[in-house]
């Protein structure tokens, strides 16, 4: 049985299908469909400096560094130890010398070879034909990538390239697709809202964003440590998840004061930022900032009332490190990927979004609550226990798919004796559960904008009949 695949093979293309929209590419499946030969010699050369690594592939799909041999899984892996560097794309670094191109280009041949045999199997299924709809659509992305030309496209419409309508279970998948195609978002999915505008990018086109942008990162090629998802756990809540990245109202050092008050007036502002140019922030005008300035001069300026404190942060910040600079000073200002100021976050921000995502919670506390109850006031244990199938020895075990299980067995609805459709009211059930899922796994994503008004529906009828259980 492979491993990868669970043992599930298909005339279509067998395991190697599987590697499309499942996980990322490796050096060892390179090996076995006989792209890549156990013993070939690799090289990353380093042209700024004049130096060259070599390296062997095993026949472990490892990459064995020369003359130490040292061994990795990761091609990113190998070259930055290689080299001594914080961060490289091991896919387009090394050159596999015989062939005299790099992983990079052997792994696109694997991928087109694999599509090529999903495309031509005579009975498709949908998941196949949607991985082929996603596969071509990442194909033209890393076309216009390197033309120069990154497509723009908003998170929330990237997720739809997956069928995805949050960032939930299938993040990894998404990433996987992506670095399969050599690719990555600036700034980065994760860590922005899902309206914010990202660009699909290569790891080389990053490297000469950093270059114009002041970057302190020292390299030829930059981007993210781990191309292969060994270490990849990222379920923080960012900075960027609050702040949409599209600009911040501003002022100018010289501008007159009656520029910053009126902005303010008109937005409903408690504060501007002050700015020389996209990434100079010189700080802050605030209300508080303004009644000193006046105070001390009758004819005071946006120079008067700057308060020099302000902070800025880079968009992928944990939130969770800002809290205290947010608890101090009610706001931080917040950094795009090229480091230019295009976001503010308020504690006023911080409050709304915890609100999303606690009413939710707190919400479907009650409902389990009341359902374990309603359960338990018409079904005995026994009877619980078969419709499960599971030796549940309290109702307070009860999870929601157990409870809908119960109350969609005909018998034990007519129990009930509601005035109400048992086909309407179990599917409405399996939506909640649904939600459920997602709230309680802590996605980044608020929930959709109607779910509070079905919690609280659903909980209203629950609370309507239940005296008739």
């Not at 499942?22 to 006989?34: E, F, I, N, P």
């Not at 086109?205 to 781990?226: L, P």
Request: hydrophobic share 40%; proline share 4%.
């Amino acid at each position: 049985m492979d491993s990868e695949t669970g043992g599930r093979e298909s005339e279509t293309g067998g395991r190697t299908m599987y590697l499309i929209g499942g996980r990322r590419v490796t050096v060892l499946d390179l090996l076995q469909a006989g792209l890549l030969q156990a013993g070939a010699k690799l090289r990353f050369h380093r042209s700024r400096i004049g130096v060259a690594y070599d390296a062997t592939v095993t026949e472990k799909g490892r990459i064995r560094l020369e003359p130490e041999g040292e061994e990795f899984r990761s091609p990113s892996r190998a070259a930055m130890v290689a080299a001594g560097m914080r961060a490289v794309d091991g896919w387009r670094a090394w050159l596999v010398v015989d062939q005299e191109r790099f992983l990079d280009a052997v792994r696109q041949d694997l991928l087109d070879r694999t599509i090529s045999k999903v495309a031509a199997a005579t009975h498709q299924r949908n998941e196949d034909i949607k991985r082929q709809r996603v596969y071509e659509r990442l194909k033209q992305a890393r076309r216009r990538a390197e033309a120069h030309d990154p497509e723009r496209i908003s998170v929330r419409e990237l997720l739809k390239l997956w069928e995805a309508a949050d960032r939930g279970d299938q993040v990894s998948q998404i990433e996987a697709d992506l670095a399969n195609h050599g690719l990555l978002t600036s700034p980065s999915f994760r860590a922005v809202t899902l309206d914010t505008v990202v660009s699909l990018t290569t790891p080389s086109d990053e490297a000469e964003r950093s270059a114009t942008t002041g970057d302190t990162e020292i390299g030829d090629i930059r981007v993210v440590e781990n191309d292969e998802g060994d270490d990849d756990l990222n379920v923080r809540l960012t900075v960027g998840n609050l702040s949409p990245l599209a600009g911040v109202e501003s002022v100018g050092p010289n501008s007159p004061l009656e520029e910053a008050t009126t902005k303010m007036l008109l937005n409903d502002y408690s504060q501007l930022a002050v700015l020389s140019g996209p990434r100079g922030l010189r700080g802050a005008v605030t209300w508080r900032s303004v009644a000193q300035a006046m105070q001390q001069k009758s004819v005071a300026s946006v120079a008067d009332a700057i308060d020099p404190q302000a902070e800025v942060v880079p968009y992928d910040r944990d939130l969770f490190q800002v809290l205290p600079i947010l608890q101090q000073r009610e706001f931080v200002f917040v950094q795009d990927e090229t480091k230019a100021v295009k976001g503010i976050v308020t504690t006023a921000d911080v409050a709304h979004r915890y609100g999303e995502m606690a009413t939710p919670f707190f919400q479907l506390g009650e409902l389990d609550q009341t359902l374990r109850w309603v359960v338990s006031r018409t079904a005995d244990m026994e009877t619980v226990q078969t419709i499960c199938s599971r030796p549940i020895e309290s109702f307070d075990q009860l999870t929601m798919g157990h409870c809908k299980r119960v109350l969609e067995n005909k018998e034990v609805w007519e129990r009930l004796g509601w005035p109400v459709d048992r086909s309407a009211f179990i599917s409405r059930l399996e939506e909640i559960r649904l939600i459920r899922n997602q709230v309680m796994h802590f996605h980044p994503d608020p929930v959709p904008e109607d779910t509070v008004d079905k919690l609280r529906m659903f909980t209203s009828l629950l609370h309507r009949y239940r005296g008739l259980a």
